[in-house]
């Protein structure tokens, strides 16, 4: 595991992150390597980087487990990692000797493997929810043969070679004595079972692949970059294993007028000179309806306005974020003869100078360069 980075260094951040920050740090990377959007050759494999260093700090007890062995697993004897590839002491046992340190059962149940689904929702979508239908594609048992692989009415004959076991043992002769090596047998290809007559819909492979149609509630708040995890809804296990999970990733389109930031919620209002220099009370459009906020004489622009409780519902917790108005004061670009007239009355009773009458602004420009 030499070339695997730190969990921390992959998010950009320090050991002592609070849940918080290791949220941020992986929204922000996610939308930066999401394949959907970054069309990098390497964009995906950074994307699974992210989201695997993700899974383990997010966790409290997988952190702390990473954080006092790294990617060293003690509960697999091995440099498995928390990652699904191996490279345990089995597997350098394997390279050395042709064989496996432990046994395992070819007839175990086995966990089905996960699934991830990308989901692309409206703005307004991710922010209030919605229930929905998806279709996935999975692999689940033979309906016919209930994952047996055998033909209706047979069953599976234990193997004759390796008695069920899986595995065989060769004897080979080296330099420094007999030695015995043990692999998958090689009569049944390690399942310590042959079938003799194979069901006809599955062709003996005890799975099909199959549309799965799946009812979905989609929580209010969640974020571009989120994910969401269903129960169960992964890949038929083996054995009878259990499934796997199903795993949503969601990607959350753009508004025209909103942002959003975490929980808030950010937005532009024009205000012309007049209502600033004098105030004014305006309407704003927020998320779910339009209010009046009142604007103090002598506003400036760039001026933010909070409207609190009408920003993002919290995904977990109660409340809502804030909405951030934030006022641009716009400069007319025509002006009739009197507008004009009375903006040079102002003018003059506040002080200011206007240089309508003298030398166009290309003049003076030419007259710089001249050093005049």
Known sequence: MADKRDYYEVLGIGKDASDDDIKKAYRKLARQYHP??????DAETKFKEVKEAYDVLSDSSKRSQYDQYGHIDPNQGGFGGFSAGGGGFGDIFD?????????????APQRGNDLQYTMTLEFKEAIFGKE?????????????????????????????????????????????GRMVNRRSCSNCGGTGTIIEEKCG?????????????????????????????????????????????????????????????????????????????????????????KVKIK??????????????????????GTGQGDQ???????????????????LRQFGSLSGEKTHENEQSFFDRVKRAFRGD
């Open 36 to 41: 959907d959007v970054n069309k990098e050759a």
């Open 95 to 107: 390279m050395f000797f042709g064989g496996n340190g432990r046994q395992r059962n070819p007839n």
């Open 132 to 176: 929905t239908d998806i279709t996935i594609n999975r692999t689940e048992n033979c309906d016919v043969c209930n994952g047996s692989g055998a033909k209706p009415g047979t069953e599976p004959k234990t193997c004759s070679v390796c008695h069920g076991s899986g595995q065989e043992e060769v004897v080979q002769n080296t330099p420094f």
């Open 201 to 289: 819909n599955c062709n003996g492979a005890g799975r099909v692949k199959k549309q799965r149609k799946i009812h979905i509630r989609i929580p209010a708040g969640v974020d571009d970059g989120s994910q969401m995890r269903v129960n169960g809804e992964g890949e038929g296990g083996v054995k009878g294993g259990p499934p796997g999970d199903l795993y949503i990733v969601f990607r959350v389109k753009d508004h025209d007028f909103f942002q959003r930031e975490d929980e808030d919620i950010y937005c532009e209002i024009p205000l012309t000179f007049t209502q600033a220099a004098l105030g004014d009370e305006i309407e704003v459009p927020t998320l779910t309806e």
């Open 295 to 316: 604007v103090p004489a002598g506003t400036q622009t760039g001026t933010y306005f909070r409207l609190k409780g009408k920003g993002v519902p919290r995904l977990r």
């Open 324 to 342: 951030h108005i934030k006022v641009v004061v716009v400069t007319p670009s025509t002006l009739t003869d009197d507008q004009k007239e009375l």
